[in-house]
């Protein structure tokens, strides 16, 4: 079994599970996470949620995610040897211990969670019986951090300088690098505030101060077509933003073939213009 990259349907997940069919391969699809409730993300920050590992996310850069959010990765449920109990590590990234859990078909015993205190809600079992939780500090995976070269762990350093980075580990500064809402960025406007995508109404004088800048040339081709046929493009598409760095100067042609701009060959002018050129664009 291969863990997906990216999050699937769950009714196709539930499904699957009662078909006893094996996960679907990878995705190269865009990685859109559902949101977390509210009761969820109490859940996450204290003992956390058991869910089944094919709903986790391998995200690209090695991380793991549960929903909109990043995860730490743990087994709760630890069972007696000898009457000794060997606590889990937590885990931050897919592994080589997660892939070869995950290849053994053992993924559904882990719990996602976000709690950055370090102590795991963990129940240990004797003899096949569930006996009382209780809250551990666990370390975490020295193959996360191999795997992310986090803090410049590799292998290839020396075992007391290895150490000497799980023990410094902190689950507040890992998700300082790799944020727990995978919400990067939120929007700058709302409706109200956003403003309409038209062209200012100093853009005409903005227009021509850059095309005399550019010595009325073309910017893609080099062209110096008639005035008519000289444009200026934004190119982030927002007509209103008259940055230098998001102004283009583009003849007709090369403006035509810009993305979403395919429009522009259907007018009488660029017909003209190609008819003027002999653009190729």
Not at 27 to 49: C, M, Q, V, W, Y
Not at 63 to 69: E, I, Q, R, V
Not at 197 to 216: H, M, P, V
Not at 238 to 261: F, I, T, W
Request: hydrophobic share 30%; charged share 25%; net charge positive.
């Amino acid at each position: 079994m291969k863990l997906p990259d990216f999050t699937h349907d769950k009714a196709l997940l539930a499904l699957r599970r009662e078909m006893g069919a094996d996960a679907p391969g990878d995705f190269s699809t865009t990685f859109r996470p559902n949101s977390l409730t509210h009761d969820e993300l109490e859940k996450l920050g204290n003992a956390g949620i058991e869910v089944f590992f094919d709903e986790i996310t391998r995200l690209e850069d090695g991380t793991l995610a549960y929903k909109d959010s990043r995860v730490l990765v743990y087994i709760r449920d630890v069972s007696t040897y000898g009457g000794d109990f060997s606590m889990p590590r937590f885990h931050v990234a897919f592994c080589s211990t997660l892939q070869q859990m995950f290849g053994n078909d053992r993924g559904d015993r882990y719990v996602v969670a976000t709690k950055e205190s370090g102590d795991f809600f963990i129940q240990k079992i004797v003899n096949g019986r569930k006996q009382s939780g209780s809250w551990e500090r666990l370390n975490v995976c020295q193959n996360c951090l191999n795997a992310l070269s986090f803090d410049g762990f590799s292998y290839s350093i020396a075992k007391r300088a290895r150490a000497n980075i799980v023990s410094r580990f902190s689950i507040p500064r890992f998700f300082e690098k790799y944020p727990q809402s995978l919400h990067l960025r939120k929007p700058s406007h709302d409706y109200i505030s956003a403003p309409t995508n038209e062209y200012t109404d100093d853009f005409d004088q903005i227009s021509q101060q850059l095309k005399s800048a550019r010595g009325y040339r073309c910017q893609d081709c080099g062209k110096i077509p008639e005035s008519k046929y000289l444009h200026v493009h934004h190119l982030n598409g927002q007509k209103h933003d008259n940055r230098p760095e998001n102004l283009r100067v583009l003849c007709l042609g090369c403006h035509a073939s810009m993305p979403m701009h395919h429009h522009m060959k259907r007018t009488a002018d660029f017909k003209e213009f190609q008819r003027k050129h002999h653009s190729s664009k």
